[in-house]
């Protein structure tokens, strides 16, 4: 289940099923998003992006959803494995003149049980 | 893609000391950016740094605080000046290969540098 820990939400899954994490985008005018995942003691590492022209996409393992409407973004991750164990985070920007910076979520700790 | 690299991964720094990262591109890059990641939280833009100009600061972000160097186009640095237990983040380093043409489509992150002020 999610629940909301001391900073992070954490999301704990068994090892085979699906995940899915949820992130709230807070600009109505971004137009390009990202998912990043972040191990331990490592830097973010991009997994897959969207474009506002887009409702979903999908990559090996992974798909992203798209709501516009309630500025909505998920990551589904198929078939969960223990190395999918990580932080992960939406990043929103706008490619708006001048407008080049990223504007990252608060991310989700997925845990995944073997 | 692009591989980055930091120096130091980690430090241990004391009150009012200050601390040079080095942030290493293994290709030539427009545009660099560094960000602060508190404990258990997400990643805040501290500047973006282009070569040949200066640096851009955030909101909250100021250089005498944090002087940004960009002396080409594949490496960059970001000095913490007069530390306090407040500074203590992880530093992370991040390159934009404009691979779509557009900034910020794909920005690539370093290991980051792990900084606790006692």
């Known amino acids: 289940g999610e629940s909301v820990g001391l900073h992070l939400p954490t999301l704990s899954v068994q090892e085979g099923d699906n995940s899915i994490i949820n992130c709230a985008y807070s600009?109505?005018?971004?137009?390009?998003f990202i998912w990043y995942k972040q191990e331990s003691g490592k830097g973010p590492q991009f997994i897959i992006d969207?474009?506002?022209?887009?409702d979903k996409r999908q990559g090996q393992r992974v798909t992203v959803l798209l709501n516009k409407t309630v500025k909505h973004l998920s990551l589904q991750i198929a078939a969960t494995q223990p190395g999918d164990s990580a932080v992960y985070f939406c990043?929103?920007?706008?490619?708006?003149?001048?407008?080049?910076?990223?504007?990252f979520g608060k991310g989700t700790k997925l845990s995944v049980i073997p | 893609s692009a591989v980055i690299s930091q120096k130091p991964s980690r430090d241990i720094c004391q009150r009012g000391t200050s601390l040079t990262i080095q942030c290493q591109v293994d290709?030539?890059?427009?545009?660099m950016f560094w960000y602060r990641q508190q404990p258990g939280q997400s990643l805040t833009l501290i500047a973006t740094?282009?070569?040949?100009?200066?640096?851009?600061?955030e909101s909250g972000f100021v250089i005498d605080k944090f002087p940004i160097s960009r002396p080409n186009l594949t490496f960059s640095t970001l000095t913490v000046s007069n530390m306090s237990p407040e500074d203590s983040s992880i530093y992370l380093c991040?390159?934009?290969?404009?691979?779509?043409?557009?900034?910020?489509?794909?920005?690539?992150f370093g290991p980051g540098t792990r900084l606790t002020v006692l």
């Open positions: 991040s390159v934009d290969t404009l691979r779509g043409g557009r900034v910020g489509d794909t920005q690539y």
């Open positions: 600009n109505s005018a971004s137009d390009y």
């Open positions: 969207i474009r506002s022209n887009m």
């Open positions: 990043a929103e920007t706008y490619s708006g003149a001048g407008s080049y910076q990223l504007t």
């Open positions: 290709s030539q890059v427009t545009m």
């Open positions: 740094a282009n070569q040949g100009s200066e640096a851009t600061y």
